[in-house]
């Protein structure tokens, strides 16, 4: 019986994945890199799989724990389903508050339905649908913003190596790059690009928020705090010409952000200043211990007050996006780490000089200041939070493609990109 459930459900999976590609690759300009680019993925994600990490052996041997409860006990299934403990086969898990590694369990308790427990199809399973939360997003940007070179959204989200590496196999980040760019692309297309806002799209926003928030709060409220103010900056601008000036659209989002703040604190105790600090403090001070022989970074006399953590908020922010410096370590992963952050230099340099010159690109301002505000505000929280740099390049992951995205639309980064025809073929129009 398990067989031909499994059998059945790929054979669905395969069928549906066919019919979109067809479709994908005919109605966008970009269809000639849709297929390699979810190749890249999934061979990526059986690579992260055959080095599978200890989180990743961790989510696996629960998830499977978790299948066979499904199987043998549906009800009880669906009590740990709803719940915060797993008791079964004489094993016991529990959590409390938000855990997203029990969350992810529960995902691969019911993944385990098609791929049997087998980890390559469980990694393929996550890394499509970080590849369609991806496509999603680039394909928002073609149609919504056709002023923007396509190929910007192309490499930030399906060609950026560490993107496309951490976003896939058994990971969170695989979860989190594809739930907050889909997310991101419907707002998007709704703002920008005239789509009609149906019933349909508001449940798969509701559900893609409630999927990026089980796997981070902190990361899911900076980027729904921004989706919010750009649909606050949208909605007045429809009845006020002057909350089209640059000036109105800098005011309007930060005051939706500092309300969206407050509210946030008064609902979820962990987020109040004093409780954030410690923790940011406490996090901090854990894995620097754990650090020590480990290329890190570290902060002078870090303490969990307000004045301290604004103090070593550029270091963390500069840290985040620039460290492993190239020869910090031998390893290979800080190599390639290495590499990428001079790329990423570079394209900076590139960017403050297209600024400097007027030449910034055609990024409306509002969607702007909300990525750069995004940008900056996790690269503190994880440049804080997180000090050894082998855990921040995979957590990094999330927003870096978000700031590549914003480096590569402005006019000299982008006569490096592969030119895309904007017309689209006959079959699409």
């Not at 409220?221 to 000036?245: I, K, N």
Request: aromatic share 10%; proline share 4%.
């Amino acid at each position: 019986m398990k067989i031909i459930v499994a059998i059945g459900l790929n054979i669905l999976l395969v069928v549906a994945l066919a019919y979109w590609l067809r479709r994908q690759a005919r109605a966008s300009a970009l269809g000639k890199v849709l297929l390699p680019a979810l190749v890249l993925r999934l061979l990526a994600g059986a690579a992260a799989c055959l080095a599978l990490t200890s989180d990743a052996a961790y989510f696996q041997f629960w998830g499977k724990l978790l299948n066979a409860q499904l199987w043998d006990n549906p009800g009880a299934w669906l009590q740990t389903l709803l719940g915060e403990e797993f008791h079964g086969y004489g094993e016991k898990l529990i959590f409390h508050g938000f855990s997203n590694t029990f969350f992810i369990i529960k995902l691969l308790s019911v993944l385990n339905l098609g791929s049997l427990g087998n980890t390559l199809l469980n990694g393929a399973y996550l890394s499509l649908f970080s590849f369609i939360g991806s496509w999603q997003l680039v394909r928002a940007v073609e149609i919504a913003l056709p002023r923007v070179p396509a190929g910007a959204a192309a490499v930030a989200w399906l060609a950026w190596p560490s993107v496309v590496y951490w976003s896939s196999g058994i990971t969170k980040e695989s979860l989190l790059v594809g739930s907050g760019a889909w997310l991101t692309a419907l707002v998007v297309g709704w703002l920008y690009g005239g789509q009609p806002v149906r019933p349909v799209g508001i449940a798969g926003a509701l559900l893609l928020a409630w999927l990026h928030f089980k796997m981070r709060f902190f990361f899911a409220g900076l980027l729904l705090g921004g989706l919010a103010s750009l649909v606050v900056v949208h909605t007045l601008q429809q009845f006020f010409g002057r909350a089209r000036h640059w000036l109105v659209q800098l005011a309007i989002i930060l005051v939706v952000l500092a309300g969206g703040m407050r509210v946030a604190a008064e609902v979820i105790p962990v987020l109040r200043l004093n409780k954030f600090t410690n923790q940011l403090s406490h996090n901090y001070n854990q894995l620097v211990r754990a650090s020590r022989t480990r290329p890190h970074i570290e902060y002078d006399n870090l303490k969990p007050t307000v004045e301290s953590i604004l103090s070593h908020t550029p270091k963390a922010i500069v840290s985040t996006i620039t460290r492993p410096w190239l020869g910090e370590d031998k390893q290979l992963l800080y190599i390639v780490a290495g590499l990428e952050n001079l790329a990423l230099l570079l394209l900076i340099g590139v960017a403050l000089v297209a600024l400097a010159r007027r030449r910034p690109g055609y990024l409306p301002f509002a969607l702007v200041v909300v990525l750069v505000l995004y940008c900056l505000a996790l690269a503190a929280l994880l440049g804080l939070s997180t000090p050894n740099l082998g855990t921040l390049n995979r957590y990094r992951a999330v927003l870096l493609p978000y700031l590549v995205f914003l480096l590569l639309q402005n006019d000299y980064a982008a006569r490096w990109l592969p030119r895309f025809r904007t017309e689209l073929p006959p079959a699409a129009r």
